[in-house]
């Protein structure tokens, strides 16, 4: 009998909805592949491309999964670069275990 494997199958992935909104509003972000317990930040880069805010932290479930709601960040920069929320582990630090997704300001 097969015994189920607590390494997640895939690269971490997030996805933002809504995929725009205003600063202050609401978002719920679903994130997966990461493993079971897993700590993962959610980091949020502004425009300025310069600017990355930690949002808050999260432990992903059994699965490797977890779904929150966070707040938009004020876009403290201003600038040209385009806006994505970040998830990250604080476990195992490497270019392999992130992710991010672009995320568009609402004036």
């Known amino acids: 009998m097969a015994t189920r494997s607590t390494v997640p199958d895939t690269k971490?992935?997030?996805?933002?909805?809504?995929?725009?909104?205003?600063e202050?509003?609401?978002v719920?972000?679903?994130?997966?592949g990461f493993a079971p317990g897993e700590?993962?930040?959610?980091?949020?880069?502004?425009?300025?491309?310069?600017?990355?805010?930690?949002v808050r932290d999260v432990t992903a479930g059994s699965d490797g999964r977890f779904a929150v709601q966070v707040?938009?960040?004020?876009?403290g920069g201003k600038g040209h670069e385009s806006p994505k929320f970040r998830v990250?582990?604080?476990?195992?630090v490497?270019?392999?275990?992130?992710?991010?997704t672009p995320f568009t300001y609402i004036k």
């Not at 719920?28 to 997966?32: C, D, F, N, Y």
């Not at 700590?39 to 930690?54: K, L, N």
């Not at 707040?71 to 876009?75: G, H, L």
Request: no cysteine; glycine share 6%.
């Open 88 to 92: 990250w582990s604080l476990d195992k």
């Open 39 to 54: 700590q993962v930040r959610i980091s949020f880069r502004d425009t300025s491309g310069h600017s990355e805010i930690d």
């Open 71 to 75: 707040r938009v960040p004020v876009d």
């Open 12 to 22: 971490p992935r997030v996805i933002a909805s809504p995929d725009a909104a205003a």
């Open 24 to 26: 202050g509003a609401v």
């Open 94 to 100: 490497d270019i392999d275990n992130q992710a991010d």
């Open 28 to 32: 719920t972000l679903e994130a997966g």
